[in-house]
Each structure stands twice: as C-alpha cells, then as structure tokens.
C-alpha cells in the first residue's frame, strides 16, 4: 500500500513539475467524480437565465457535470492556470480591451500545450487517455479550479488565490491516469464587497452570483445583436471587448505578476492605437491587428458596434 501511495506521489510531482517548465502558473489536482453540488447551482442558474443568450451553456449538462462522460475511465482532473497578466496595460486614452486579449487568442496557445502536455505524459507513463479542454462548453472550469484549489470563487466569480490573484485562464486535463488529488483553499473574500461595488452594470447581483446576462464582457462578446441595449449607454467604461473592472479592484490582484508568454503580448500597432484609429478603423486593418486572436470572435461589425454604443455617451470630455 505504501509503495503505492509513494508511485503516486511520485507521479503527481512529475505532473506539476512538468506544467511549471511547461509555463503554466499553476497545476492542481482533484478526482474525477460527478460535480453534485455544482449540478444543482447550474440547473437553477440555467431555469433563471442568467446566462442569457450563451445558449452553448444549457447544452452538454450530463457531459459537463461528469468528466467520466468526456473520457471513459477518468481518474483525474488536472487543473492548470496560466498567467495572462501584462507588463503594462495598453492605454486607457482611447476604447479599452480586456488584457485576456491582448496576445494571440489563448484557445489556440494553451491547446497546444495541453497536446504537448498529453504527449509528455505518454513518454512518462505509457499509453494514457485524456483531453484537454480550455474554455470549452462541456467543462466547467472554475468549479475545478475551485475543487482541486487553484484558488476559490470570488465574489465577482472569478477563480482568484492570495498569491496569484485572478489574471489566468483554467485549462483542464481529463485523465485516466491515477494521481493524488489536492484540496480546495478557504475562501479570502471576507467583508469586501470591492468588485460588487464597482461593477458598472450591476451584473454581480449577489455575492458569489453573476448575472452573465448584465455583463460587459457578455454584451462586447457574446451578444449578436445588431445594436446594444440602449439602457445600458453610459455604463460600459468605454470597455469595447471585454473587461476587467471586478478583477482590477480586487485586493488580492496586487500581487499579480506579469506574465513570460510571448504570444500574450499585444502587437506594436495595437499599443499606437488611439480612440481616433479605433473609430476610424478598416475591416482590412482589424484584420492584421487581430489575426490569430480571441477579438475575431466579435468580428470587425461586433467591434464597431462596440465601439460607437461607447461612443453614444461613454465619451469622457476630451
Ligand atoms: S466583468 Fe465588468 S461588467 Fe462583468 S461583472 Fe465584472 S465589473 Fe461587472
Ligand atoms: S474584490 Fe473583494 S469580494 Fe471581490 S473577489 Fe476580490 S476579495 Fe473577493
């Protein structure tokens, strides 16, 4: 039993070894089981639509409470986060960005370390079975995260540690390899209420409870719509894709550290960009601007959209 529990340490060490030299900030480890607690909090967050349009959330439930559903045999989850905080901010003297998209869109850099991960593994232990998923409908990240003790859930309901704050993406690792689970960390929240008290839109409606439905980062990315609602003019911070008030108030984000990912960093042109070429610019010009990141999601008609919903009354005086 002993020699055992010592191969699976041992095993375990080499996973979270490996993600380090791998660049990945940190790598937790929690059992694959059914997320009982979280399948109730997500049937009655979908019955009261606080998802609102992310349709691709109600979809997938059995797969995404259960990662024995995603990859027969699974034992493990392995919980990696990767730091995306910047150097420097880009300038706030014109439409801001959230920093998440500064860089190459992440989905195509962190899958290819998942691939690289997966195959390391192999070369390690033999054949092993897994996927990796980063922000992808079927896998409830955050509640991995959480579980395994990347950190626990804010009240703004992002993911953040005492250490490392809140400036990451999650990936996980569904594995049938066996290794030692680490537990979730206590929450450090306490009585600040920062993020709830500077949300723009009111979409933290609770502590713990986001209204997805209320969100910036929702309206600037997810929504289709040809026009923003109109109720919400004025209140977006002159946000145009994305935003990061909540997690740019929160204490524990004072020890962030800026990230070593070259794909991260924001190209020359992105950094010259003033609020005159950002209302100005060409189809042709969001294209070489944003090749290869996560800003084409909203396509050059979403920007603009953003852009001149900011413009209807989020203009300071110049
Ligand atoms: S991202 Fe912005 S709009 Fe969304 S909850 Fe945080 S502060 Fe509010
Ligand atoms: S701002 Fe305060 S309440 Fe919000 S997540 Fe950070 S510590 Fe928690």
């Given amino acids: 039993m002993e020699a055992f529990d010592l191969k699976l340490q041992a095993r375990s060490e080499w996973v979270k070894s490996t993600a380090r030299a791998m660049g990945f900030l940190d790598c937790r480890i929690a059992k694959a089981a ?38 027969p045999g699974a034992k493990s989850v392995i919980v990696l986060s990767m730091n995306y905080f910047p150097e420097e901010a880009l300038s706030d003297q014109g439409p801001k960005l959230s920093k998440y998209a500064y860089g190459r869109d992440y989905h195509k850099v962190i899958k290819k370390r998942l691939k690289e991960f997966l195959f390391r593994m192999e070369e390690q232990f033999g054949e092993v ?26 009240k703004h309901t992002n993911v953040l540690s005492k250490q490392k ?11 049938d390899l066996e290794l030692a689970s680490d537990g979730p960390v206590t929450d450090h929240c306490g009585s600040c209420t920062a993020c709830i008290d500077a949300c723009p839109t009111d979409a933290i409606v609770a502590p713990y409870v986001l209204d997805g439905s209320k969100c910036i980062s929702y309206f600037t990315i997810e929504l289709k719509d040809a026009d923003l609602p109109t109720e919400f003019a004025g209140k977006f911070n002159d946000w145009m894709f994305g935003c990061d008030i909540c997690q740019d108030v929160c204490p524990w984000n004072r020890f962030s550290q800026p990230h070593q ?46 852009i001149r919903f900011l413009n209807l009354s989020d203009r300071k005086p110049d």
């Fill in 34 to 71: 059914r997320l009982e607690q979280e399948e109730a909090f997500l049937e009655k967050w979908l019955r009261d639509q606080k998802h609102g349009g992310m349709d691709y959330m109600s979809k997938h439930f059995d797969l995404r409470v259960d990662p024995r559903k995603l990859v």
């Fill in 129 to 154: 079975q897994g996927r990796g998923f980063v922000d992808s409908a079927p896998v409830m990240e955050k509640a991995w995260a959480t579980r395994a003790g990347i950190g626990w859930m804010g």
């Fill in 165 to 175: 704050g809140s400036f990451y993406f999650l990936a996980v690792l569904i594995t």
């Fill in 261 to 306: 990912t070259e794909e991260f960093l924001p190209k020359q042109a992105l950094q010259e960009m003033d609020r005159k070429d950002w209302e100005r610019l060409e189809e042709e010009e969001f294209d070489v601007l944003f090749e290869g990141s996560a800003v084409k999601r909203t396509k050059y008609s979403g920007l603009m959209r953003n």
